[in-house]
């Protein structure tokens, strides 16, 4: 069984801060691509920012410049902070992992959400 675990949600006004956190507990074998995905109210789940097993990132362009994502493969836990948040960057926020088990192979996993809401 594989868990992912988010944290670091919160209430900020615009143009604060705030550090998300995605702990990967479970009989991992190795990770290939996690990344963060946001869906705000009435609008679908969207890509925030990826990182590749290599550490190679990518983002979308709404975020560019203000959000950074990071992994730390020793404690199996992946990062996004996220700076000078807007009220547009409200929304649930999701840790996506695409890892490999020792039991059932290659699988992609989500976190439960945590939220994120930025005030004018």
């Known amino acids: 069984q594989v868990q992912l675990v988010e944290s670091g949600g919160g209430l900020v006004q615009t143009g604060g801060s705030l550090r998300l956190s995605c702990a990967v507990s479970?009989?991992?074998?190795?990770?290939?691509?996690m990344g963060w995905y946001r869906q705000a109210p009435g609008k679908q789940r969207e890509l925030v920012a990826g990182?590749?097993?290599?550490?190679?990132?990518n983002y979308a362009d709404s975020v560019k410049g203000r959000f950074t994502i990071s992994r730390d493969n020793a404690k199996n836990t992946m990062y996004l902070q996220m700076n000078r948040l807007k009220p547009e960057d409200t929304g649930v926020y999701y840790c996506?992992?695409?890892?490999?088990?020792?039991?059932?192979?290659?699988?992609?996993?989500w976190g439960q959400g945590t939220q994120v809401t930025v005030s004018s």
């Open positions: 996506n992992a695409d890892v490999f088990t020792w039991v059932i192979g290659r699988k992609d996993y």
């Open positions: 479970g009989s991992i074998s190795g990770f290939n691509a």
């Open positions: 990182i590749t097993s290599g550490g190679s990132t």
